[in-house]
């Protein structure tokens, strides 16, 4: 299962790019609401998730498999996720399974922050770069080191949400889906 979770102030286009692109794949996605059900993103879109914090964790503390964890950015949509017991426990989960972690935005700062990508090649929103503790920069709109994804900015949410598929699935399937919405 992909866990992709909300806070109030996330970015919209990076969170509804993926879900919308990784279900077209056939990828079992849930949409987690950080404090409630319903969030509201950066620019006004109200969002009912999927699942709660309690369901998700309920997940969780049943032994179920989490496949990867999505990080929308925005603000303050960033600092609610980062703040957030359930989202640290997820991300801890993913690391300690190998599951993939993808960050776009400001919300690879997250991953900076706990060390993870130290060594890793990453990229965000211009002017986060300190946040991302030991990892190396790069200039480009996604970058996928491993099993950690980081996309730069709300234009980079379709490559991004296609470098997550191909994470998953293969290059096949990534393409199948880019040619299914026709992007470049």
Do not use: W
């Not at 794949?25 to 950066?42: C, D, F, M, Q, Y």
């Not at 994804?149 to 490559?159: D, E, F």
Request: hydrophobic share 45%; glycine share 12%; with cysteine.
């Amino acid at each position: 299962m992909v866990y992709l979770f909300l806070a109030e102030g996330f970015e919209e286009v990076e969170a509804l790019t993926p879900v919308d692109l990784l279900r077209r794949a056939g990828i079992e996605l849930v949409t987690v609401g950080v404090g409630s059900r319903t969030v509201k993103g950066a620019h006004g879109i109200s969002v009912c998730a999927d699942i709660s914090e309690d369901e998700a964790l309920d997940t969780l503390n049943k032994g179920e498999s989490t496949d990867a964890v999505i990080l929308p950015g925005g603000m303050p949509g960033t600092l609610n996720l980062e703040a957030s017991e359930t989202v640290s426990r997820f991300i801890e989960n993913a690391q300690k399974n190998g599951a993939v972690i993808a960050a776009i935005c400001a919300a690879p700062s997250i991953l900076g922050k706990r060390g993870l990508l130290r060594g890793k090649r990453a990229v965000c929103y211009p002017g986060f770069e300190d946040a991302l503790e030991g990892a190396e920069t790069v200039d480009c709109g996604v970058v996928r080191d491993g099993r950690y994804i980081c996309g730069r900015a709300a234009g980079s949410a379709l490559p991004f949400a296609l470098e997550i598929i191909k994470a998953m699935k293969g290059e096949e399937a990534a393409e199948a889906v880019r040619r299914s919405v026709i992007a470049p």
